[in-house]
């Protein structure tokens, strides 16, 4: 994937390639988003290529094997299915696997996309292996959370920053992948410089965003009872919606205290400024709906109907008889 904000830091690694000081461990920081798993991954096509080093030159059978995602020289090291964490015994069987020659290109390279996930025990598992790594051997890690790494993994490796795009350069990217230019702009509002993050859910989110709204409208309007709007979200989940719902409140009362909103439907500026919602009433609505997300964050277990039913209930009490 050919992200151009990353340029400058590949060629950085270029030029420590040339010199020989680009580390057997490298540890790339950044923030969510912004495709630090692909930075390190063209990296590691790089790494891998016949032509190399540092090429990519998409016709050696490394670049055949990368570009069909089954090279056997690269290994990652993620949580296991169904585990929030990576294992000492994930760790184990790829420090096992590193320890043979490589099959097909000159190197080996270990991808460790959110390195933050190391428990304690896999963490000093691979220690030793990052410190005097096999020949040929590179350790390719990214985090968004760098403090959470233990300083153990930290202090063993070479540290780049991975820089945020600017506005017009994600905007620029997005264009070439979605083409509704007022769309884009509206993500990015919200997910400023994390242009990757708007490609991977923002069409869901734009269209949880109108279902939503559209039912907020309604509400407002008299238009349908909570029960038969809330069905209208049924398709999606709870704690999408309530994090929507409480941005949408304040936006809603922001557009009462008089401020213009780039972000209400009109439908939906129509239904309060006819409705004219009580703005007191609405902030309090949204203190509870921030309690909800609270707890369904701790744990607890709710029927999402009723849930959605009740908060459109809620707001309806908000408009002043
Ligand atoms: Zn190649």
């Known amino acids: 994937m050919n992200l151009p904000w990353h340029d400058a830091l590949l060629s950085r690694f270029r030029q420590l390639a040339d010199k020989g000081e680009l580390a057997h461990a490298l540890l790339l920081v950044g923030e969510t988003g912004i495709g630090k798993k692909e930075c390190l991954y063209s990296l ?18 490394s670049c055949q094997l990368l570009a069909a995602e089954t090279h056997p020289d690269i290994h990652y090291l993620v949580p296991e299915e169904g585990k929030a964490g990576i ?10 696997k590193i320890n043979q020659t490589a099959q097909v290109a000159a190197r080996k390279v270990i991808l460790v996309p959110d390195a933050e996930r190391f428990n304690r025990a896999a963490a000093n598992a691979l220690l030793k292996s990052l410190e005097e790594p096999p020949p040929e051997t590179f350790f390719l890690l990214s985090s968004a959370l760098a403090g959470r790494l233990p300083s153990t993994i930290r202090s063993r ?19 070439t992948h979605a083409g509704d230019q007022a769309a884009i702009d509206e993500l990015l509002s919200y997910w400023p410089g994390k242009p990757l993050l708007v490609a991977q859910q923002g069409q869901q989110w734009l269209e949880r965003g109108a279902a939503l709204q559209t039912a907020v409208s309604a509400t407002l309007a008299g238009k349908g009872t909570p029960g038969k709007l809330a069905k209208q979200l049924s398709g999606y989940s709870l704690s999408d919606i309530c994090a929507d719902y409480y941005r949408l409140l304040l936006e809603m009362g ?3 205290a008089g401020l213009d909103s780039a972000i209400l439907s009109a439908e939906l500026r129509d239904a309060v400024h006819k409705a004219r919602p009580n703005a007191f009433n609405l902030l309090r609505h949204a203190q509870d709906v921030l309690g909800l997300s609270r707890a369904m964050q701790a744990g607890s277990f709710l029927n999402e109907q009723l849930a959605s039913e009740s908060l459109l209930a809620e707001l309806q009490a908000c408009i002043e008889q």
């Not at 096509?45 to 050696?60: I, M």
């Not at 294992?87 to 096992?96: F, H, N, S």
């Not at 780049?160 to 905007?171: G, M, W, Y």
């Open 157 to 175: 490796c070479q540290i780049h920053a991975l820089n945020s795009p600017t506005r017009e350069q994600s905007r620029a990217w997005l264009q």
């Open 87 to 96: 294992t000492i015994d994930t760790v184990r069987a790829v420090v096992e």
């Open 44 to 61: 590691a096509s790089s790494l891998l290529c016949e032509e190399g080093p540092l090429l990519v030159c998409r016709h050696c059978h």
């Open 254 to 256: 922001r557009f009462l």
